[in-house]
């Protein structure tokens, strides 16, 4: 039989095999960020476009070439003048809501996490997905260069406490808007590249005018030699940059989280001011960045708030999951059900299914028999569950008022009263659930 539907390209259904791995990640960082003061956003999946032309920059290849528009497919000649499209990054439509319910006005500093699927229209490889999922944080307020550092600590933290240790930090600083700052090395920057402008890639060519710093991202052959040679961004940084990148080393080195100064670090949005970062992992081949993110001063004020700094990460779930496999992290399983009951003749019926009701109420996964099949299949279902416990009610157990009590880990076999099977399963699997958490 061919199926008639599969998934778009570039978009992966997560089974419910792979949920306890997803469900480890999410709530490992729903703890750290409880930890370090953060709390949950979560905004709507489409957006207005000139909210990412405003901060993304509309030369820029997520604005250009990655996202996917909405419309009331119906009606798309009346919506013509509508622009919407899916989230194809956290950051902008977080700033955006912050700003909108007036939050910035109430608090002087505000930390927010979100974790959401994010849209970006890519050829799909290993590793990229037209549809991939990011856990992010962004704090929004301060100025001070420990406030980068507890960001990239966070994110440290997290990588760590859900295994996927082996990654390598990333560092730069490129420098703000000040005119002796960002904008002369640029100049510096435009000048060494026209000097070798015949080497570069056609995309390449054309940044040159729009946006020099991109060049240093791009992956052609060609360029990453002219890249080699060319002058990098902390050697123009204006005093105020200098410092504040200084001390954001100085706090990572306190720390003890070692990382690397790389001067071709720009990261491919507009907005970046200062500090910038990537966690790469070097067992994830091309699509090495498992986290990425940095400062950016001047966001807020672009979307109409006031002068507002701040600094955040994204980092990609999907990637998190790899390196959990690269570095041979044992795969998490749940299991379906604690108990199972098994019904061995239908004047057991009534019985079981009040059992069925008692034992889910005293918070035990429980399920039964829908179809009736012989109690070998039920046996052999019941273990596919990873059921700990079968519950047999038959002939026998109604007559004698007992339920027959399988233990599948222990391979035991014994009698229960009726009046006591409840508590015996929930005292059994107490245990488990104690060292569980
Ligand atoms: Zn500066
Ligand atoms: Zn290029």
Known sequence: MALKFKAPR???????????????????????????????????????????????????????????????????????????VLRPEGTAPVARALLEHGLLQQLPLVK???????????????????????????????????????VIALGFDFLMSVGANGFVINLNSIGCLNENCRPRYRQVLIEYLKSREAELCEDCQRRLQTNPLRVLDCKEEGCQAVVKDAPISVDFLCQDCSEHFETVKKGLDELGIRYELNGRLVRGLDYYTRTVFEFVHPKLGAQSTVLGGGRYDGLIAELGGALTPGVGFGCGIERVLLVRQANSQTKLEDTTVDAFIAIASPVAENLAQKLLYELRAAGIRTDRDYLGRSLKAQMRYADKLGARFVLILGEDEMRDGFVTVRDMQKSEQWREPFDKIVSTIANALSERILTKT
């Open 10 to 84: 570039g978009t992966k259904d997560i089974l419910p095999d792979e949920i306890a791995e997803w469900r480890l990640v999410e709530e490992s960082f729903r703890k750290k960020c409880a930890q370090y003061g953060y709390r949950e956003i979560r905004t709507p999946v489409f957006e207005d476009l000139g909210l990412f032309e405003r901060t993304a920059g509309e030369t820029s290849d997520i604005v250009q070439k990655q996202m996917f528009a909405v419309m009331p497919y119906g009606l798309r000649q009346q919506f013509e003048d509508e622009r919407w």
């Open 112 to 150: 927010v996490f979100y974790i959401a699927p994010i849209f970006r229209y890519e050829r799909p490889q290993a590793g990229r997905l037209r549809q991939h999922h990011q856990c992010g944080i962004e704090a929004i307020g301060s100025l001070s260069p420990l406030l980068d550092v507890e």
